[in-house]
């Protein structure tokens, strides 16, 4: 089996990468892909921290000249411990797979996913180890007023940067990953634009026209927006073996909204492997703008096709042990611009909408919930 892992991974050379660099006094042309359609992109991660852990399951797609990620759903997905054998088993939720919420590894376990795709394709990863976790000692935040240029928006954007300070351990390597999620009050769950809130959907109504272009609708309970990580950052102890590490920049939280905001840091110990996984993905990353956009090259992982051991697989399965560290920021004070403020209210007015309906459900999910993070504070 592992003679079949490393003949798999020497499929990376087909990134078709043609970097056009020039030694002369002209800029340097940025490397450009070959984007490979239809092939399955995996991630997974099972972390020792409840609530985290994931597997996401997608079609590299080109349809129309628009490069996407198409979710595969239906999927039967689970994790494996080796060492217990026990199976547990994934729920689809929106695009992604997740375990039960009480679900953590422990250090020195060995795990795998096992994927069944709805038309019967089935595939598998090579065992992962748990590393032992090295804990936070710090966690801080700056905020910037030009923190981060944004393609989209062709400028800097203002946020926070965040630091974390740790002791790396003595006398062995050490590979770290960081992400994040945060917490911020949303008070507009829907928004309607020339139509209006009927059964949890917006519907066509030719009355708008006359009276808003869009129609808010407000939460009808507390509720937070979850935003994640856009950047993939990465940490090798080569340096610093030993040694403490202080204040690390980590994690750029931008001002989507002025709302205070509640911010868990994920500290994640990496096996060789799987760092080397994620240093050729974030150089992809780096290179196409985000990391939500589908990747253009092939970043191959530990994973394979149990009935087809030639079919090239995208992404990787990761168990690890977490540190995490949390901090709440007030931004009260700030007075720069936010990125995605949200629109005026607008709402419907009775007549001529009657019954009118102006409030709209927090829905539970990845990335909304109505449950009260914890370290939460209100002001």
């Known amino acids: 089996m592992l003679t079949k892992y490393y003949r798999i991974k020497r499929f990376i050379p087909l990134l078709y990468l043609f970097p056009l660099l020039f030694f002369s006094c002209i800029d340097p042309v940025a490397p450009e892909y070959d984007f490979v359609d239809g092939l399955i992109v995996i991630e997974g991660l099972a972390s020792s921290s409840a609530g985290t852990s994931y597997v996401t399951i997608n079609r590299t797609s080109s349809?129309?000249?628009?490069?996407?990620?198409?979710?595969?759903?239906?999927?039967?997905?689970?994790?494996?411990?080796?060492?217990?054998?026990?199976?547990?088993?994934?729920?689809?939720?929106?695009?992604?797979?997740?375990?039960?919420?009480?679900?953590?590894?422990?250090?020195?376990?060995?795990?795998?996913?096992?994927?069944?795709?709805?038309?019967?394709?089935?595939?598998?990863?090579?065992?992962?180890?748990?590393?032992?976790?090295?804990?936070?000692?710090?966690?801080?935040?700056?905020?910037?007023?030009?923190?981060?240029?944004?393609?989209?928006?062709?400028?800097?954007?203002?946020?926070?940067?965040?630091?974390?300070?740790f002791t790396d351990p003595l006398d062995e390597k050490n590979y770290y990953f960081w992400r994040f999620r945060s917490f911020e009050n949303l008070f507009i769950c829907k928004v309607c634009t020339g139509s209006i809130l009927r059964d949890g959907f917006c519907i066509d109504d030719s009355r708008t026209r006359f009276v808003a272009p869009y129609f808010t609708y407000q939460c009808d309970e507390e509720c937070w927006t979850i935003r994640y990580n856009e950047s993939i950052e990465i940490f090798d102890d080569e340096f610093t073996n030993g040694n403490t590490v202080n204040s690390l920049p980590?994690?750029?939280?931008?001002?989507?909204?002025?709302?205070?905001?509640?911010?868990?840091?994920?500290?994640?110990?990496?096996?060789?492997?799987?760092?080397?996984?994620?240093?050729?993905?974030?150089?992809?990353?780096?290179?196409?703008?985000?990391?939500?956009?589908?990747?253009?090259?092939?970043?191959?992982?530990?994973?394979?096709?149990?009935?087809?051991?030639?079919?090239?697989?995208?992404?990787?399965?990761?168990?690890?042990?977490?540190?995490?560290?949390?901090?709440?920021?007030?931004?009260?004070?700030?007075?720069?611009?936010?990125?995605?403020?949200?629109?005026?209210i607008s709402v419907e007015p009775s007549p001529p909408f009657d019954p009118n309906v102006t409030i709209a459900p927090c829905v539970e999910g990845r990335f909304r919930t109505s449950i009260e993070p914890e370290g939460w504070i209100e002001n």
């Open 250 to 344: 980590i994690a750029n939280v931008l001002l989507y909204t002025k709302e205070d905001i509640l911010v868990y840091v994920d500290q994640l110990s990496l096996s060789f492997d799987a760092f080397q996984y994620y240093k050729r993905l974030k150089d992809v990353v780096d290179n196409n703008g985000n990391f939500d956009a589908p990747p253009p090259a092939a970043v191959v992982g530990n994973i394979y096709n149990v009935n087809d051991e030639d079919e090239i697989v995208l992404g990787r399965f990761t168990a690890t042990s977490t540190s995490s560290a949390s901090i709440f920021i007030d931004r009260t004070d700030i007075l720069d611009n936010e990125i995605d403020p949200e629109p005026p």
């Open 63 to 165: 349809e129309f000249g628009l490069i996407k990620n198409i979710f595969q759903e239906g999927a039967t997905v689970s994790f494996n411990n080796l060492n217990t054998g026990d199976i547990v088993p994934l729920q689809e939720q929106a695009d992604i797979y997740v375990p039960p919420l009480d679900f953590a590894v422990t250090t020195g376990q060995s795990w795998e996913i096992n994927v069944t795709l709805a038309d019967g394709t089935s595939y598998r990863s090579f065992p992962e180890t748990v590393l032992a976790p090295v804990p936070i000692s710090d966690i801080s935040a700056t905020f910037e007023s030009e923190l981060q240029f944004r393609e989209a928006s062709e400028s800097f954007v203002p946020g926070h940067s965040l630091s974390v300070s």
